[in-house]
């Protein structure tokens, strides 16, 4: 059974950093890519960033320069660094493994609510 949990979310002001983390349970985690979504109020759910199971990663325009997505497959994690803040960067976090193009699974979600 696949398991993903997100955790790290919290309340910070603009121009702060914080740190997410998703563990995952059921797959051969080295072997995955991985992704990380967010979805704010009223909106749809967007990309964030990708890393791949070699470490290569792609960020949304968005938060490109600012988030960095890393992983560390001795822990099955994938972790989102995200540095200077906006509050555009309200949303509740998502990470996504999908294990074919019609089977994807997601977590519970971890919020990030930043304070202007």
């Known amino acids: 059974q696949v398991q993903l949990v997100e955790s790290g979310g919290g309340l910070v002001q603009a121009g702060g950093s914080l740190r997410l983390s998703c563990a995952v349970a059921g797959i051969t985690f080295s072997r995955n890519p991985m992704y990380w979504y967010r979805q704010a109020p009223g909106k749809q759910r967007e990309y964030v960033a990708f890393i791949s199971s070699g470490g290569s990663t792609n960020y949304a325009d968005s938060v490109k320069g600012r988030f960095t997505i890393s992983r560390d497959n001795a822990k099955n994690t994938v972790y989102l660094q995200m540095n200077s803040l906006k509050p555009e960067d309200t949303a509740v976090y998502y990470c996504?493994?999908?294990?074919?193009?019609?089977?994807?699974?997601w977590g519970q979600g971890t919020q990030v609510t930043v304070s202007s």
């Open positions: 996504n493994h999908r294990s074919s193009i019609t089977t994807s699974y």
